[in-house]
């Protein structure tokens, strides 16, 4: 999906029975005239050309997102202030013309787009920048001309998912159980790196960025990994039990002639990430199992229960901190790998976890106050010979630990119509079987207890 329009691309003016007309530029001119800046503006007359003019916004590729029923649009702000829609070309006059053409293709019913409280620009939505504008150039104006836009969209949401339950429930029996995700999990849209910019205080530290690749920033991967599929198993595992982000670290060895990081052991933590009382503990427990077994600190991994596996500001500002520590430790080079496990993220293919090693790279001198690049690690997975008695040990100390839970995963419960929660546990983790088959029989000992825990 390229963002460079067609030829003669099609110029969309249609926003729906409550659209916001874009204005033209002496119409905008005349609203001001009569007393400059300080003139009140409607709300038809707070454009994004004005926006554009004052400096709230600015033009980019891609840095305006519409999420609309699970469905997601993403465009190009042009400096007339126009929308460029990255998925056709299609060039639209207006926020609401946008989004009421992208939402009518998911709902032909769909009358009205509310544009600027659907169309988010750099992760934020638009009516906030609106309102930035009337309190920084009208601050005695009335807030109303931004809250006349309703966002419906989350109680749409809303009442789909409701639908889609109601509809389970009179389709198959126990299909009530079905884990819908509520409007608390809604899903956080993924921006560029390149649309970031510098640091600011004020950006969402959960906003989600995608990766980049080694070869899109002029370098190469500075070190190979190998990880082996215990490791991956392991984690899984513990990012299947709880609808809460978890946390663990992982154990391996740093080769500096062959340049190799060789992921050998996982270690969850057996802690709540808000609980820093017990988190000192349980990581002085980890240092001394990495010593006992000849093993360095090589990286960490957490959970996106029921998100994309992308990192999000907070965890890039988290794996830089990593790796200058891991770096500063015996003063030498030593990567330190971050890996994200979505498991429940709907957008997955089949019942797997998607999992994403990253890394961080700096960024330029010339730029320290912007965020750090997330990149994507290519790694090779080494398929072990045996499921071991310490991988074993360690899952039936994440079964206790999580027994009595409130965020405990409940694996009679459905996934999807014709799939329960311990079907996709099970085809999650085969994913990442050992070469003797007799796993299986192993691990059906652990899944019985999983089934007693509901």
């Not at 009140?40 to 609309?68: M, N, W």
């Not at 990495?290 to 029921?306: I, N, Q, T």
């Not at 008695?389 to 360690?394: A, C, G, I, P, W």
Request: with cysteine; charged share 25%.
């Amino acid at each position: 999906m390229g963002s460079e329009p067609p030829s003669s691309p099609q110029v969309v003016e249609d926003g729906g029975e409550e659209d916001e007309e874009e204005l033209s530029g002496g119409e905008e001119a005349d609203l001001r005239s009569s007393s400059g800046r300080g003139s009140l503006l409607t709300r038809r007359g707070i454009t994004l050309r004005v926006l554009l003019k004052d400096g709230l916004v600015e033009p980019g590729d891609g840095v305006l997102a519409i999420h609309y029923l699970g469905k997601n649009f993403v465009g190009d702000l042009l400096n007339d202030g126009k929308i460029r829609w990255v998925e056709t070309g299609q060039i639209f006059n207006s926020p609401s013309a946008w989004a009421t053409h992208c939402k009518r293709l998911v709902n032909p019913a769909k009358k009205s787009g509310c544009g600027w409280a659907s169309v988010r620009y750099r992760g934020q939505k638009l009516v906030q920048y609106k309102t930035t504008w009337l309190h920084k150039y009208q601050p005695s104006a009335d807030m109303s001309l931004v809250s006349e836009e309703d966002d419906d969209d989350e109680e749409e949401e809303g009442k789909a998912a409701v639908q889609a339950d109601e509809k389970n429930k009179n389709t198959k029996p126990g299909l009530h159980d079905v884990m819908v995700p509520r409007r608390t999990d809604r899903e956080r849209i993924p921006v560029r790196y390149c649309s970031l910019g510098t640091r600011d205080a004020a950006r969402d530290p959960h906003t989600l960025v995608e990766l980049s690749a080694f070869s899109a920033i002029n370098r190469f991967q500075p070190f190979n990994v190998a990880v082996s599929s215990n490791v991956l198993l392991l984690m899984d595992f513990h990012c299947h039990l709880t609808t809460s982000e978890v946390v663990g670290y992982l154990g391996g060895r740093w080769d500096t002639n062959t340049q190799l990081l060789t992921v050998l052991r996982a270690f969850p933590c057996r802690t709540r990430l808000a609980d820093r009382d017990s988190a000192s503990a349980v990581e002085e427990e980890i240092c001394q199992n990495l010593f006992m077994r000849g093993l360095s600190l090589v990286g960490w991994y957490h959970s996106h229960p029921r998100g994309p596996a992308l990192p999000s500001l907070q965890d890039i500002d988290s794996q830089m901190d990593h790796q200058l520590r891991l770096q500063g430790s015996n003063n030498g080079f030593q990567p330190c790998l971050g890996i994200i496990c979505g498991p429940y993220y709907h957008g997955n293919q089949g019942v797997a976890s998607t999992i994403t090693p990253f890394w961080v790279v700096p960024p330029p001198e010339q730029r320290p106050n912007d965020y750090g690049i997330p990149v994507a690690v290519e790694v090779t997975y080494v398929q072990d010979n045996f499921l071991t008695s310490d991988v074993l040990n360690e899952m039936m100390l994440l079964v206790e630990y999580y027994r009595t839970a409130p965020d405990l995963v409940q694996f009679n419960q459905y996934w999807c119509p014709d799939t329960t929660m311990m079907d996709k546990i099970k085809g999650s983790l085969s994913c990442h079987a050992p070469k003797d088959q007799a796993y299986s029989q192993i691990l059906e000992h652990v899944y019985s207890q999983l089934s007693n825990m509901q």
